[in-house]
């Protein structure tokens, strides 16, 4: 590690980590660039070696953002690195959106990386789902569940505070990412998911950070852009002169009325109103 050390009780946390990694001969991690699946490869291959392979799903509802973050990350720390095609938006179950969309998705990687690990007689696949997750509607995690891959954070008890701590101390760029998601959870349920619809929320998305906006999504309701931005960006993103810029380049995205939510990023916050349960 490179800072300094966890507590007491972190450090027993990792440390279960790490047995559940060495109890491995072999594992496909996952891997998409965000917080908790970047320190899992991480941890994986400071354990297992060459014998962790670190896989990126690349579709159409993967940002470009995550995608230079995985390689960044892979090339500093010397991840065993690929990428995988995944076509979840040829599927008619994943591209009408329903609630369990991310379960569609999920499913489709899972077979992929199946296959992958069946190819090349690898024993384990790993994702980075944490403890936190419990509590939360995770859809995808049933298709983990019936893809027998295995959370090693989570069975290790690591939140994602724990996960960022160990990340900072580990050196790790994404300790202090905000929360990341696919494009495809900006649509609201029951719209359907289009490739024209996931770039130019990707566009509208870089605009903003190109702005300086750290925390930003935008929620596609068509022709509508609605804005959540981190709480102490709203102001700036609300003053006159920026928002006149923000209305100007999203309008040539193609989005003809813009608004600023004033309550915010929420994670999930499409899924307010509609009865979920953790999955």
Same mark, same amino acid.
């Given at each position: 590690m490179t800072g300094d050390t966890p507590d007491l009780a972190l450090s027993s946390r990792e440390q279960r980590l790490r047995g559940l990694l060495a109890a491995c001969d072999s594992a496909i991690i996952a891997f998409s660039g965000g917080v908790d699946s970047a320190y899992l490869a991480w &941890?994986?291959?400071? *354990? /297992?070696?060459? !014998? &962790? /392979?670190?896989?990126t799903a690349d579709s159409p509802s993967y940002p470009d953002h995550h995608r230079q973050l995985a390689l960044r990350i892979a090339r500093e720390f010397g991840l065993r690195h690929e990428f995988v095609q995944t076509s979840e938006l040829a599927q008619p179950e994943y591209r009408a959106n329903p609630v369990d969309r991310c379960y569609h998705c999920k499913h489709e990687l899972y077979d992929v990386l199946s296959t992958l690990a069946a190819d090349r007689g690898i024993t384990t696949i790993m994702d980075g789902s944490n403890a936190d997750d419990r509590s939360d509607y995770r859809p995808g995690r049933k298709a983990a569940r019936e893809h027998g891959v295995q959370s090693p954070l989570d069975v290790a008890d690591l939140s994602k505070t724990d996960i960022r701590e160990l990340s900072r101390l580990a050196g790790l760029p994404t300790w202090n990412e905000p929360a990341s998601a696919c494009l495809s959870s900006r649509i609201p349920y029951h719209n359907e998911v289009t490739d024209e619809k996931l770039r130019m929320i990707e566009r509208a998305e870089n605009v903003l950070r190109s702005m300086g906006f750290r925390v930003c999504r935008v929620r596609h309701h068509e022709t509508l852009a609605r804005l959540e931005f981190? +709480?102490?960006? #709203?102001?700036?993103? !609300? $003053?006159?002169?920026? /928002? &006149?810029? #923000?209305? +100007? $380049?999203?309008? &040539?995205?193609? %989005?003809?009325? #813009? $608004?600023?939510?004033?309550?915010? %990023?929420?994670?999930? !916050? /499409?899924? $307010?109103? *509609?009865?979920l349960r953790p999955a």
């Open positions: &941890a994986a291959t400071q *354990v /297992l070696g060459p !014998s &962790a /392979l670190c896989v981190g +709480k102490d960006e #709203i102001a700036r993103a !609300s $003053e006159p002169d920026v /928002l &006149a810029q #923000i209305t +100007k $380049e999203l309008r &040539a995205v193609g %989005y003809q009325e #813009i $608004e600023v939510d004033p309550r915010g %990023y929420r994670m999930g !916050s /499409l899924n $307010e109103g *509609v009865r």
